[in-house]
């Protein structure tokens, strides 16, 4: 019983230490661009966007399928960049310890 209650506590320590992470996780930002860096994107750690910089050089309304294009493109630049933030925040919290593929913890 007694390396049950030391579980438990362990289990209890990760979800706090889980809960300090998913809070530092929201609040930080990344940016993706794209086009050069003509066009920038910025994420917070949930993905939801914050911000976009286009440069004015970008804006032709009759080529409005580049612009789109180039938005997509650096928002997922940015979206990468979350992901690895994310891992190597996950990595710090779990001590390195690999999960096995295709198991993710909750964000």
Same mark, same amino acid.
């Given at each position: 019983m007694k390396n049950l209650g030391n579980l438990m506590k362990q289990a209890q320590q990760?979800? !706090?230490k889980m809960g300090e992470m998913q809070a530092k996780m929201a609040e930080m930002e990344?940016? =993706? !661009? !794209?086009?050069? =860096? @003509?066009?920038q994107v910025t994420l917070n750690g949930k993905f939801e966007l914050k911000k976009i910089k286009i440069?004015?050089?970008?804006?032709d309304p009759e080529?409005?399928?580049v612009l789109e294009d180039l938005i997509v493109a650096a928002f997922n630049d940015a979206k990468v960049k979350a992901e690895v933030a994310m891992q190597d925040?996950?990595?710090?919290?779990?001590g390195g310890l690999n999960l096995p !593929? =295709? @198991?993710?913890?909750?964000f």
């Open positions: 990760m979800q !706090a990344v940016s =993706g !661009a !794209a086009g050069g =860096g @003509m066009l440069d004015k050089s970008l804006v080529d409005v399928e925040e996950m990595a710090k919290l779990t !593929a =295709g @198991m993710k913890l909750p």
